[in-house]
């Protein structure tokens, strides 16, 4: 049991005491359960004397009876006290020796008891946006060139832009050519930008068979070293030019990309950018409510939270500036331990805040909910079996996107109680870079 405490803010200071033959006894018990199914040389499982098991593994048993016995004090004191840890405690069991009594000292935090929160008394902004139907008619024609045909032209044509050119190329600066500036039968997708400014314009108006000179200047800013800001001479030659033929907008078409008819995919697309809008719209009331929350809720935090907090970004920090080379080298991306301390508060701060009003208005992260977030994760990479697998085996992984769509399905819970006052915007508002929370 403890006999004494010693208690600042969050943080705890205990010391007990646990008597040597409370030890032994302890110890006792855990070789008689180790002893039913181990085997030694003589004897019989479950047959093995205490004194015998004592001579071999009274140390290891030793140790995990005080572990056993520190963590039932620290249980008892825990439900008599009616608090929860912040993190595991730190054990001090400095000057024991094995057959004499326990000291020992428990350090740890404790989390905070959330205050009421009244969030009818915030307000927040929710944007509301008009699809324009120009929208829909450029999703479809995006549709329809992904579905043309590249034709190929009769030599006479000359290339236009949309146009494939399928070309040779052989780069030079001055007369010297350079490594990585020659290519044969490339298909070149013209006002593409796929390659540098200039080129692509001047292939617009030539035909099959044509050999000509391309002059360029490569930007500033481009990747080599050693064409940055140069000027640039290819000779290129034109093989055939394929022109994109794009499918009639019928039914037909829209049974095609999954709808039974043209009316049927322009609802589907009006549908697609509303939710979008309307996701976007809910993402900027969460920030908006976040700030508030970090603003107005006053709430003492646990330095072990904190500290962890601010380790995992240092860490972060440290392997980014490891793998960025020369562009991490200025002011900009030097660690500053004040800057990141406040930020790591901040989403100390709010986590405890939605966990706390999560848990006591019941939300709850379903096993649907975790399927549709790995499943629209998994959506986005090449192989999406690759991200099955790895939270199949990584479950802190699994718990971390739990801890993920917990949250935000208690903010989405919060924003039910707040002000929501509208703004009608344009839509391209509602995409523009949220700030990071």
Request: one cysteine or more; charged letters at 35%; proline letters at 3%.
């Amino acid at each position: 049991m403890f006999t004494k405490e010693k208690i600042k803010d969050l943080h705890y200071s205990v010391n007990g005491t646990i008597s040597a033959a409370d030890v032994q006894a302890a110890a006792d018990e855990i070789l008689t359960e180790y002893g039913k199914t181990a085997k030694m040389p003589g004897f019989r499982p479950g047959h093995i004397p205490l004194s015998v098991l004592r001579q071999k593994f009274n140390a290891s048993a030793t140790s995990e009876a005080v572990d056993k016995l520190m963590n039932k004090d620290l249980n008892d004191f825990i439900a008599d006290k009616k608090i929860r840890l912040a993190g595991a405690p730190k054990a001090d069991l400095a000057g024991w020796e094995f057959g004499k009594d326990v000291e020992y000292t428990l350090e740890f935090d404790i989390l905070p008891t959330l205050p009421a929160v009244d969030l009818e008394k915030f307000t927040v902004t929710k944007k509301t946006t008009t699809l324009d139907e120009k929208e829909v008619d450029s999703a479809i024609e995006n549709l329809r060139k992904s579905r043309s045909t590249a034709e190929k032209q009769a030599d006479s044509y000359k290339a236009a832009n949309g146009d494939t050119a399928v070309i040779d190329f052989k780069g030079f600066i001055g007369d010297d050519a350079f490594e990585g500036g020659t290519a044969e039968k490339h298909h070149l997708i013209l006002g593409s930008g796929a390659f540098i400014p200039g080129f692509e314009d001047q292939i617009i108006g030539h035909k099959a068979g044509d050999e000509f000179d391309v002059n360029v200047k490569f930007p500033k800013e481009y990747h080599a070293d050693n064409l940055a800001g140069k000027d640039a001479r290819f000779a290129v030659k034109v093989h055939e030019v394929r022109k994109h033929i794009l499918p009639e907008l019928t039914d037909d078409f829209a049974k095609t990309v999954g709808q039974e008819s043209v009316d049927a995919l322009r609802e589907h697309i009006r549908k697609i950018y509303n939710d979008q809008y309307a996701e976007a719209a809910q993402r900027d009331m969460r920030n908006e409510l976040l700030d508030i929350l970090a603003d107005k809720v006053k709430l003492e935090l646990p330095e072990t939270l904190v500290e962890q907090e601010l380790g995992m970004a240092k860490s972060e920090h440290d392997r980014n500036h490891a793998n960025c080379g020369d562009n991490c080298k200025s002011d900009d991306h030097k660690w500053d331990e004040k800057k990141e301390r406040k930020e790591a508060e901040r989403r100390v701060k709010l986590g405890l805040i939605l966990a706390e009003w999560g848990t006591q208005n019941k939300v709850e992260v379903t096993r649907d909910d975790l399927q549709q977030a790995v499943w629209a994760e998994a959506s986005r990479y090449p192989d999406p079996k690759q991200v099955f697998e790895f939270y199949n085996k990584n479950q802190n992984a699994l718990a971390m996107l739990r801890g993920m769509i917990f949250e935000r399905k208690a903010l989405d819970a919060m924003l039910t109680h707040v002000k929501q006052k509208e703004k009608a915007v344009k839509p391209e508002e509602l995409f523009q870079a949220a700030p990071v929370k």
